[in-house]
């Protein structure tokens, strides 16, 4: 098998993180990878393409398992059917059916028709990939994906090829798979020989469709006259991105507070003008530091209660680092708000941040005083006041005639 | 002169009068002890807690007045209710009774009593009652005499019905609020009598302590100006009329509106109208008087009259008008389901689906009143037949308070002091006939009538035909004919008082003898034991128990305390974080916030219908719908009240319909309520109940591994009587996180979205090793037809 070739060849490329292949042996001494639900390694790669069987503690379900616990997977996929065949849906792939490897007659080339150079083009992930990559030597199954948003595809299928048996791929046979599969025609630039997904929680899976990618013999191997294989350049580039080296980025931390304050409030109130600032820091993998990170354009602030009540562009600010901020006025309107980032994009890490804060009606002592447009209201009082002491002076002051019935005066007055 | 039995003729007047007004005290103070005592069932049988649901709040409100002090409590918003909306609690709760018991627990605690907030708020309600029984003995003595008093206060100290609601532990509005009504309307009638000012402002301050107490004090604020409207109509008009309500109206009404809570209602909602209609109806008609001493002509009056009934006609179209325009709010949903009970079903469920909102049982009125119930009706005869102002003050509460009791059994605490007050008054009269020693004079002119001794003399002068009509209610009270009774007596009590005005009776009439005297008035000693020993019991048995603690009895007659709620609101407590958010049913909101510290997305004051469809609905739908809606208000937790286990009656199952109907409002394409019966058209949660049902929420959640429970065997919920399905319900996007003891309360957590983007349906079944069906590529292109 050329696993050990393969590992060493990943082995060169990555530097100071322990990466860890299990068992693709399927002995039982192997350590188990979960154990008392803590994952036993950082990073797991399984290659072992073809094994039917695997270890009892390494089924689809522990898998799924890993990436919930935050470990990296690398997988690698055959054109036989193997338990990761069955774990491939759950990521929304849709493997063509078992021993039809993706095959390509063009370009015209001697090798055979399943061993295709395939050329990096836009439409791959080219923030995952370096650039000018030299095409990359692929052999195996390509994956058609549904529509799930995690899906990163890295490396997309030349257009001009297909999934097919290798001795029937004819033109015959292709168009009769095609009658019987209905719509269901693996072929053309939609599918994907290599994906990436990444999980809710950030952990990462690629999953290559065929295992040959890495070995030496392919990444020594020429495309053209002259130029090596991208291969060895490409397998560096998806474990850089898989094992959180490439395009990670968190949020130190977030501050919020009122205008012309500094410290935060434990609740705001209507109307108060508020500033939120994010620090955003990006790892670099050859340094192995954080640094700050401005380069997001597109971050977003919302101020939610059930919906986003105030939606803004949250731009980095020129001369901070890493800090991105901005001023919004609070809404009328009492609630517990939430402070929301929430972005998502293929390929980066995803930012989720929330911080929930009351926001409250101003204090019975906060409502301003005297309102211009309540003046006839205090004209009546004042007047009604006036009126009654003059009444009363007069009432005092004048001659006292005997007994009038003036209790109706008097009761209106109370 | 002859007496029935030998009476000391050398008591000096002073003595008789400084012994009886000692005895007043001391039977005061006893039955202060009394109506204290009887309420300490709770605390005796179960413990020192806060009862019911409501209670919970004020408990937790009060302790943050407590804490933080009034000007905190004023601006208190509360970011744990209603979450995320969230709760302005000093501008939506009456705060009335947590400011008395936080000046309570000041005071105290300035005297170096460290007295726990929780006790004073336990013991606050039987504090108050002995209040209560002070103002009715006030109140009564304006009726009739001391010893009517003595009686109304004995009464409404023990008597069931007010009782229901003023339990120690029982820590709500109710509990202070029956004391200033009683305060309030003493007030009210004293000022009346003398035309005090003085007694009107004190009215208004205690009409404002109302307000700032109980929603209830609308009674008052109809009460009042009723009377004084029909005290106009009668042509009882007068200065003391006037000084009085006048007095009372503008402090009161200006008081009243101090209140956050209250606001501007007192001047812009319909409840509010009748006050200052009568207001102005007064102004208009004093002002007609004045004017009618000055002017002398026959002509210019009627014009006067003629003014009168113009303005007032005036004054109505501009109130229509005002309230068509908007600027009064028209009467509310609550308003009319006192008019028609049919409405709250129809429009408002949320407010149908309280059971205090029910309408009365005729059981009922027996079992909170005992005996009064046909006192009641003598009583309010009797008024009749002095028919002074403070008379028809208490026939038209009569009225009302009966009224409004049939319409809703939480009303019955309002008719309860008119009751007391009313038999009181009836069985003073009875008394005072049967215990007077005078004996009539055979066949001679009556001249005996001035020469008494008795000490309540009052009666003395009327003796013949308190005599004849107390007969009348005892008969009407032994039998009790309802259809000619109260008209017939009333014309008898109205012709024999007539009659013996003008002295014209011929026969003698009394009652002759010891015999005849010792005879009723043993009837009536034994009818008091047992109203006592019937409000003892039911004051123990039925209303002494908190709800938050439930008892049953072992075999062997020991008591069992079931204690489910504060085991589940403490695990709650203790195991989740500190803001994670549970939703339950509304009635559980109040005490998930007492005693579990957690924000619930609904609770008590019902003041948000939407908020609660919501949770409705999600409780009605199944759980694919219900998950987006959990998500989105941040739930964490689930909470069921579940009694199928061991027969607890109250739970969500049964209020599941309520949840139905009230989402069925807000959402009526989405939840129907016929999907929940079986197409016979029961309520069934057996094999039978409907696919909606089966796939509700609140059905899954609480049949959860329900069967499981009795191994194979076919499991029975014993609230419903029947038997649960073999395949209990599965859940998907919950996950079962606390069961207490006897199972009554469930609390499950819901699950986080899927990390991998699935749903989480799908994810379980990949979880459980299920294969997924082989999926083919999406078409890209359109199938040509």
Known sequence: MFSLKTLLLLAVGLVNIVYAKSSTGNSDEAPAIIEYDEPAFVHVVVLASETKNFAKDLSPQAFVELLNLKTNLILALSTKQTPLTSLAPEFSLVLPPPGTPLVSYFPKRDEPASLIPITPTKQDATHILSKNLAPVWFSGVPQALGNNPLLVPILHAPAESFASEVDGGSADALADSAEKGGEGLWAGSQLSVVTGFQTVNNARVTWVGGVDLFSDELAQKEVSPGVKSGNAQFARDIAAWTFQENNVLRIDKIEHHRVNETEPRELYTNNDQLVYSAYISKFNPVKNTWEPYSGIKDLQLSFTMLDPHIRTALPPVSGHPGKYSTTFRAPDRHGVFKFVIDHKRQGWTFLQSSTTVPVVPPRHDEYPRFLSAAWPYYAGAISTSVAFFLFSALWLAGEVKEGTKKSGSKGKTE | ?785
């Open chain 2, 1 to 785: 002169m002859s007496t029935a039995y030998p009476v000391p003729s050398d008591v000096s007047p002073v003595t008789v009068k400084n012994a009886a007004s000692l005895l007043r005290i001391v039977a005061l103070s006893l039955i202060s002890g009394a109506a204290i005592a009887s309420r300490l069932f709770a605390v005796v049988n179960f413990e020192s807690i806060i009862h019911e649901f409501d209670p919970w709040f004020n408990y937790r409100a009060t302790k943050v007045l407590a804490a933080k002090g009034f000007y905190e409590f004023w601006n208190w918003f509360d970011p744990t209710a209603w979450y995320p909306l969230g709760r302005v609690v000093g501008g939506t709760v009456y705060p009335g009774l947590m400011v008395t018991s936080g000046v309570i627990y000041n005071i105290l605690h300035w005297l170096n009593l460290p007295v726990d907030i929780r006790n004073v708020c336990v013991l606050l309600a039987p504090g108050f009652s002995a209040l209560t029984a002070w103002a009715t003995y006030m109140f009564t003595k304006e009726m009739k005499d001391e010893s009517a008093g003595l009686l109304a206060a004995a009464f409404i100290g023990i008597v069931p019905g007010y009782i229901s609601r003023s339990v120690a532990g029982s820590y709500d509005n109710e509990a202070i609020a029956i004391f200033l009504l009683m305060f309030t309307f003493y007030c009210w009638i004293k000022a009346l009598k003398q035309g005090s000012a003085l007694f009107g402002t004190i009215a208004a301050v205690f009409y404002f302590y109302m307000v700032a107490a109980w929603g209830g004090y609308v009674f008052i604020t109809n009460m009042i100006p009723l009377h004084a409207l029909v005290l106009i109509l009668m042509g009882r008009f007068s200065d003391r009329l006037y000084v009085a309500y006048s007095s009372w109206y503008a402090i009161g009404t200006l008081s009243s509106m101090q209140v956050p809570f209250v606001g501007f209602q007192p001047v812009s909602t319909s409840e509010h109208m009748g006050a200052l209609g009568v207001f102005g109806l007064l102004q208009i008609v004093a002002f007609a008087q004045l004017v009618r001493t000055h002017v002398s002509s026959q002509q210019f009056q009627k014009l006067l009259v003629a003014s009168v009934i113009a303005i007032g006609v005036l004054g109505a179209s501009a109130f229509v008008f005002l309230t068509i325009k908007g600027k009064i709010a028209p009467w509310t949903g609550r308003f009319y389901s006192l008019w028609d009970t049919g409405y709250a079903k129809k429009y408002i469920p949320i407010i149908a689906s309280v059971s205090e909102h029910q309408p009365t049982a005729w059981p009922s009125f027996f079992m909170d009143l005992q005996f009064l119930i046909f006192l009641f009706p003598a009583g309010v005869i009797l008024c009749f037949r002095q028919l002074r102002d403070e008379h028809l003050f208490v026939i038209i509460y009569a009225v009302m308070a009966s009224y409004f009791a049939g319409v809703m059994v939480r009303l019955m605490l309002t008719l309860t002091p008119v009751v007391c007050v009313a038999s009181a008054v009836a069985l003073s009269t009875l008394l005072d006939t049967y215990i007077d020693p005078t004996e009539p004079i055979p066949a001679e002119e009556d001249v005996d009538d001035s020469a008494s001794v008795v000490t309540n003399g009052s009666s003395a002068a009327n003796a013949p035909s308190t005599q004849t009509q107390s007969k009348k209610a005892k008969k009407a009270a032994a039998a009790a004919p309802p259809s000619k009774g109260p008209l017939g007596d009333l014309v008898a009590a109205t012709v024999s008082s007539t009659s013996t005005k003008a002295g014209a009776s011929s026969k003698p009439k009394g009652i002759f003898g010891i015999d005849a005297r010792l005879v009723v008035i043993l009837n009536t000693l034994a009818m008091l034991f047992f109203f006592v020993f019937h409000c003892t019991w039911v004051t123990s048995s039925a209303y002494s128990s908190p709800s938050v603690v439930l008892a049953s009895q072992n075999p062997d007659g020991s008591q069992h305390i079931i204690d489910d709620f504060r085991e589940a609101y403490y695990w709650l407590r203790q195991n989740t974080p500190e803001d994670a958010v549970v939703m339950s049913w509304w009635d559980y909101g109040y005490q998930i916030a007492g005693m579990a510290d957690r924000p619930t997305l609904v609770d008590n004051n019902t003041w948000n219908n939407t908020h609660i469809a919501t949770v409705g609905k999600a409780m009605s739908s199944s759980e694919e719908v219900a998950y987006p809606i959990l998500r989105k208000h941040d739930v964490e937790y689930v909470l069921v009240i579940f009694g199928g286990l061991i027969g607890y009656s109250g739970d969500d199952i049964n209020k599941f319909l309520w949840m139905v109907r009230i989402a069925q409002g807000v959402w009526p394409e989405e939840i129907q309520e016929p999907n929940y019966f079986t197409p016979q058209g029961e309520y069934r949660i057996d094999e039978r109940a409907s696919q909606a049902m089966k796939e509700s929420l609140m059905y899954k959640m609480s049949y959860y591994r329900f069967a499981e429970l009795f191994g194979g065997n076919p499991g029975t919920d014993r609230v419903r009587q029947q038997q649960v399905p073999k395949v209990g319900p599965t859940l998907d996007y919950l996950d079962e996180a606390f069961t207490s003891e006897n199972w009554i309360v469930r609390i499950y957590q819901v699950k986080k979205e899927d990390p991998l983007g699935r749903d989480l349906k799908s994810a379980n079944a990949f979880e459980q090793g299920k294969k997924r069906k082989r999926t083919k590529p999406a078409p890209r292109r359109r199938a040509i037809i």
